[in-house]
C-alpha cells in the first residue's frame, strides 16, 4: 500500500519567506509526527499529533514553527520568515496507533534550503 | 533528556567483511529501540525494532542486540555487500511516543 508522502521533496526559500511543507500519512493512521534533521546528524523531535490534537510541540524550535493537522490526516508544517538555521531535512512519520508499541512509518522528506 | 550515541561516525569495509555497529544510550528505561537506515536524499527505512523485553532480533543478514542494562545496542550485518553502503540509525523509544536518533554511522562497502 501506499507509505507516508511529503510534498515538496525540495524547497528553496529565500531569507524571510514563508514556508509550507505538507505531509500525507498512511491512511488510518492515528498518529504524525515531524522530525528535523540537520545535515550530519539525526532526526530531531518536533511534534506530535493525536488524530487531529496535537499533544506535544516542545521541540518546536521558535515560535515561526506552526503545525497543524485539522482533520487528523493531512498534515503541514509552516516556517514563517525562515532564516539559513532552518535548512534541513524535514521528515514525516505516521503511525496506526498511539503510544510505544506502534511502529513510526517515514516519509522520504522535504530538503529546505534558505539561502 | 535521552543522549543516543553511535560509533563509529564512518566505517568502510571490503565485501564480504561482517559489519558491526554500536548504539548506546544513556536512559535505560526504554520501550523499544530501533535501527534505521537511510540513504542519500532518502527518508528512514526501519530495518529491526527490539523490544524492551527482547535481547535480540534477526531480519537475514542482519540481527541486532538489545542489553538495557549498560544502555547498548549493536548491529552485525553479515557478508556485507556494496548494496549496504548507506547511513544507519539507532533510535531509542524513552518515552510513550518520541524517538531519540542517534546521529548515525556511514557504511561504505568496497567492492
Known amino acids: 500500500g501506499a507509505g507516508v508522502s511529503q510534498s515538496p521533496r525540495y524547497k528553496v526559500a529565500k531569507r524571510g519567506q514563508d514556508v509550507a511543507l505538507r505531509c500525507d500519512p498512511i491512511?488510518?493512521?492515528?498518529?504524525l509526527f515531524w522530525y528535523q534533521q540537520a545535515l550530519g546528524q539525526g532526526p530531531e523531535f518536533l511534534t506530535y499529533?493525536?488524530?487531529?490534537?496535537?499533544?506535544?510541540k516542545s521541540g518546536l524550535p521558535s515560535d515561526r514553527f506552526f503545525a497543524e493537522r485539522p482533520e487528523g490526516s493531512v498534515s503541514t508544517l509552516k516556517i514563517q520568515r525562515t532564516q539559513q538555521e532552518d535548512s534541513a531535512v524535514y521528515l514525516c512519520?505516521?503511525?496506526?496507533?498511539?503510544?510505544?508499541?506502534?511502529?513510526?512509518?517515514f516519509g522520504p522528506g522535504t530538503r529546505l534550503t534558505v539561502t | 533528556k535521552q543522549e543516543v550515541t553511535q560509533i563509529p561516525a564512518a566505517l568502510s569495509v571490503p565485501e564480504g567483511e561482517n559489519l558491526v555497529l554500536n548504539c548506546s544510550f544513556t536512559?535505560?528505561?526504554?520501550?523499544?529501540l530501533q535501527w534505521f537506515r537511510q540513504d542519500p536524499g532518502k527518508g528512514l527505512t526501519s530495518l529491526l525494532l527490539?523490544?524492551?523485553?527482547?535481547r535480540e532480533q534477526t531480519s537475514g543478514r542482519l540481527n541486532a542486540s538489545l542489553d538495557k542494562s549498560s544502555g547498548r545496542s549493536t548491529l552485525y550485518i553479515a557478508a556485507s555487500q556494496p548494496g549496504d553502503s548507506a547511513t544507519y540509525l539507532c533510535?531509542?523509544?524513552?518515552?510513550?511516543?518520541?524517538?531519540?536518533f542517534g546521529a548515525g554511522t556511514t557504511v561504505t562497502v568496497r567492492a
Open positions: 512519520a505516521s503511525s496506526v496507533g498511539s503510544g510505544a508499541p506502534y511502529e513510526q512509518y
Open positions: 491512511s488510518g493512521h492515528v498518529s
Open positions: 499529533f493525536q488524530n487531529e490534537a496535537q499533544l506535544d
Open positions: 536512559d535505560s528505561a526504554i520501550y523499544n
Open positions: 527490539i523490544q524492551s523485553s527482547q
Open positions: 533510535a531509542s523509544r524513552p518515552g510513550d511516543y518520541k524517538l531519540s
